[in-house]
């Protein structure tokens, strides 16, 4: 038997953040300026790319607790890690679940999975498990912890993006060297490359620019010359960026 516990689940302070027993814990915000908590390195690995998929409406951190009696007997409780409504209404669980476990913790992982997939099922929702080996790792969590830096929209200027779309849109959408971008539009526009920069990285974390994630963006502070923005299909069809 699965069922919600009714009460609230108290969550951690912005006190509680830090590393508490060797796990990584945290927060960050979410577009609404909601508080999102993360309880480890691996979870903050799915939100990087929970907060980066655009698809998804809202994302809601240790919601409630589910409970469930387990086959020997003895009643356990878990609370989701995440949470997530999709702009089409489709409401779904995420949960990292680790590669490494034996014995006991196999078995307490599978009741676990299992619940949960059956209190899904009872309350309509999709339950979603992410192994660890398929989370960012390497160059694309190095850069989607740089490129989230940018995703406020005080990064955004109107007017570097229109020139960033129209140059791009002149070699066929790309890719380019996203040095020689920047090199071209300070020329052009006569503006600081800060705010250029800060520009392409508000597109780069919002898919408004396409980029090769698992090639690093940033090095010690500095974009690397190797690396390459183009547009993506929909912006070539619509002519502008959103």
Same mark, same amino acid.
């Not at 302070?13 to 027993?21: L, P």
């Not at 949960?95 to 599978?110: H, I, K, P, W």
């Given at each position: 038997m699965v069922r919600r516990r009714t009460h609230p689940v108290n969550k951690p302070? +912005?006190?509680?953040? =830090?590393?508490?027993?060797g796990a990584v814990r945290g927060q960050t915000m979410s577009d609404d300026g909601s508080a999102l908590h993360f309880q480890s390195f691996q979870q903050n690995r799915l939100l990087l790319r929970l907060l980066r998929d655009r698809t998804i409406h809202r994302i809601v951190t240790q919601p409630h607790a589910v409970e469930w009696l387990a086959p020997d007997g003895t009643r356990h409780r878990h609370v989701p890690q995440f949470?997530?409504?999709?702009?089409?209404g489709t409401i779904e669980i995420h949960?990292?679940?680790?590669?490494? +476990?034996?014995?006991? =913790?196999?078995?307490?992982?599978?009741e676990r999975a299992e619940a949960l997939r059956l209190y899904c099922e009872q309350q309509d929702l999709k339950y979603m498990s992410h192994e660890e080996d398929s989370l960012p790792e390497?160059?694309?969590l190095a850069n989607l912890q740089a490129l989230i830096m940018f995703r406020s929209r005080c990064h955004?200027?109107?007017?570097?993006?229109?020139?960033?779309?129209?140059l791009l849109h002149s070699v066929a959408g790309g890719p380019v060297l996203i040095g020689v971008l920047v090199d071209r539009l300070a020329?052009?526009?006569a503006l600081d490359t800060g705010v250029i920069v800060g520009t392409l990285g508000y597109l780069l974390w919002h898919s408004e620019l396409e980029t090769n994630l698992r090639r690093l963006l940033f090095f010690d502070g500095t974009l690397t010359p190797l690396a390459?923005?183009?547009l993506p299909a929909s912006a070539e069809r619509e002519g502008t960026f959103k």
């Open positions: 302070s +912005r006190r509680q953040t =830090g590393e508490v027993g949470v997530i409504e999709r702009d089409d949960e990292v679940v680790s590669t490494v +476990r034996n014995g006991d =913790g196999d078995r307490r992982a599978s390497g160059a694309e955004f200027n109107a007017i570097v993006a229109d020139a960033t779309w129209k020329a052009d526009l390459t923005v183009k």
